[in-house]
């Protein structure tokens, strides 16, 4: 009977802690290979690589191979390659700072690109194993429904919706949701004509994600994986763009964004859900999300970010003469203060949250 008791006691609290672990291990994982973009091209461009490093904060394990340190450090919140001469003068030949604007483009960009690679990948894992991915094509639209009343028909294909293209199903709810006065302009492919209908009213509740038509769904082939999976991945990220245009126009606040623990709790919680549903696919779905929504905003033109050091490049090579070191690191320098005190208030933010649960 004791014994019993443990055994239940043990499996509940295991229970709870395997989704964290998962999540912490995925996080690690977007990192790794992040960090193995930049790794990677500048040891092929023979860059000199002083430290790989995952996660930040004090050193829990150093081993040094060749001239470059392996790091493992106690904060799972992100990761860095050190490259010499990436913010200093060195003279060095192999430093980064001393190969030419396109190499150091490449090196700078490869991070974003693996993450968001991984995300596509994932995505057509994600269709594998669902065996059908929705389409933009009406499948569903009857004489009741406002819709049809304002000239939508079954078989009209939706290319775009208020000037915005629609690349996917997950596009349409989402231009339905941010819509502010539920009047759109709906562009849409009807047998070989382009057919535009303006003032267009649409039934939708944004929490259940329903508009008064549907869209169909094709069965996933070994053919269409991928380019189904590229729709998704593009959808994705401009799904993020978009959230950061509301953002700033002031529709969403600090509560509604997410940092590396709000992030693992919603991994962990995905995860357990999707165990306990035998939902899989859900989870993929949320894995290659959070991937693609990575690698998007490290392309942001903004310092301390790598969109902010691509800028630099694109100006060198625009201007034919690279910005001055010394200026650049300042602009760096205090965009990495600023962002580590916005990480610090999200943080506290998803703790905050955690507490009140």
């Known amino acids: 009977m004791i014994y019993s008791a443990l055994s239940i006691s043990i499996g509940a609290v295991w229970g709870k802690i395997w989704p964290v672990l998962f999540a912490i291990l995925f996080f690690g994982i977007i990192i790794a290979l992040h960090e193995c973009g930049h790794f990677l091209t500048a040891k092929i461009f023979k860059i000199r690589v002083n430290e790989f490093s995952i996660g930040m904060g004090p050193a829990l394990f150093k081993r040094k191979k060749g001239e470059t340190q392996y790091s493992l450090r106690a ?171 509301d953002m700033i126009r002031g529709h969403y606040g600090l509560k509604d964004l997410s940092g590396p623990v709000g992030t693992i709790g919603i991994v962990a919680q995905t995860a357990d859900e999707a165990v306990q549903n035998a939902d899989y696919a859900g989870i993929i779905f949320i894995l290659a999300f959070i991937t693609v929504n990575i690698g998007i905003v490290n392309l942001l033109p903004l310092p301390a970010l790598d969109g902010g050091r691509l800028l630099f490049i694109f100006i060198e090579i625009v201007a034919r003469k690279p910005v001055p070191k010394k200026f650049e690191a300042i602009v760096h320098a205090a965009g990495l203060i600023l962002l580590l005190a916005l990480m610090a208030l999200i943080t506290f933010n998803d703790v905050w949250n955690l507490i009140k649960r």
């Open 75 to 245: 904060l799972p919140i992100g990761g860095f390659v050190s490259l010499e001469g990436e913010d200093e003068i060195s003279e060095d030949p192999r430093a980064f700072g001393n190969q030419k604007a396109w190499k150091r483009f490449i090196v700078i960009a490869a991070g974003a690109t693996i993450n968001i690679i991984l995300g596509l990948l994932l995505i057509c894992v994600m269709i594998g194993i669902d065996g059908k991915t929705p389409t933009t094509v009406v499948s569903g639209v009857s004489e009741q429904m406002e819709s049809y009343a304002n000239g939508v028909r079954d078989g009209d294909k939706i290319l775009k919706i208020n000037n915005t293209r629609v690349f996917s199903a997950r596009d349409l709810y989402y231009d339905l949701f941010r819509d502010e006065d539920g009047v759109f302009e709906i562009v849409l492919k009807r047998g070989d004509k382009t057919v535009t209908l303006t003032e267009l009213k649409v039934q939708y509740d944004a929490e259940a994600g329903f508009c008064d038509f549907i869209v169909g769904e094709k069965k996933a082939q070994f053919f269409t994986i991928l380019p189904s999976a590229v729709k998704e991945t593009v959808s994705m990220g401009k799904l993020v763009w978009l959230s950061l245009i």
